[in-house]
């Protein structure tokens, strides 16, 4: 089973700002199978990147993916106050496992 | 408009079965492949099973294999998921969620808002 470790755990940052969150996988994800999504308390997982780099329609063009192998990241250019939320990541290239989650926090 | 509603959680006793459905509608059902995510209270995400658009390809999580069963009835729009000798670690809210393509191993583009399994004696 690949496992996905994403970090901080916690981001603490302020409206404007740039986040930068990390997707590590335990081996090589193929093809770049791998997905971000941001949950919002009480709601239900939204997609946000597919294919490691891909927006998923109507997805703003501050959020943006990177990566390959076993190290992604997905970037928030500059924070708006409804991108405060928990992000996964979902590997999909072998079976399906999901990330902890990245809570990222108003400073 | 995609909307997908699942039903028929609640609370059971450990050991004992019980069985999820979700009602797709909006979109060509039998184009697409189906899988159950899960969340255990206060707790991340887990893939919990999985299947094509014509049941030819199924996948579960080890967690849950020889105890969960994942089907579907195109005909009604409709995803299921049997539950059997359930343990309190599958104590969670379930989501149904569709994927772009009719094959089983990919990601999310829809989700359900959940339906919520305690299992507690």
């Known amino acids: 089973e690949i496992v996905l470790t994403q970090s901080p755990g916690t981001l603490s940052l302020s409206p404007g700002e740039r986040a930068t969150l990390s997707c590590r996988a335990s081996?090589?994800?193929?093809?770049?199978?791998l997905a971000w999504y941001q949950q919002k308390p009480g709601q239900a997982p939204r997609l946000l990147i597919y294919g490691a780099s891909s927006r998923a329609t109507g997805i703003p063009d501050r959020f943006s993916g990177s990566g390959s192998g076993t190290d992604f990241t997905l970037t928030i250019s500059r924070l708006e106050p409804e991108d405060f939320a928990v992000y996964y990541c979902q590997q999909y290239g072998s079976s399906s496992t999901f990330g902890q989650g990245t809570r990222l926090e108003i400073k | 408009e995609v909307q997908l509603v699942e039903s028929g959680g609640g609370l059971v006793q450990p050991g004992r079965s019980l069985r999820l459905s979700c009602a797709a509608s909006g979109f060509t059902f039998d184009d697409y492949a189906m899988h159950w995510v899960r969340q255990a209270p206060g707790k991340g995400l887990e893939w919990v099973s999985g299947i094509s658009w014509n049941s030819g390809s199924i996948g579960y999580a080890d967690s849950v294999k020889g105890r969960f069963t994942i089907s579907r009835d195109n005909a009604k729009n409709s995803l299921y998921l049997q539950m059997n000798s359930l343990r309190a670690e599958d104590t969670a809210l379930y989501y149904c969620?569709?994927?772009?393509?009719?094959?089983?191993?990919?990601?999310?583009?829809?989700w359900g808002q959940g339906t919520l399994v305690t299992v507690s004696s």
């Open positions: 081996q090589s994800v193929s093809s770049s199978y």
């Open positions: 969620a569709k994927a772009p393509y009719s094959v089983a191993g990919t990601y999310f583009d829809y």
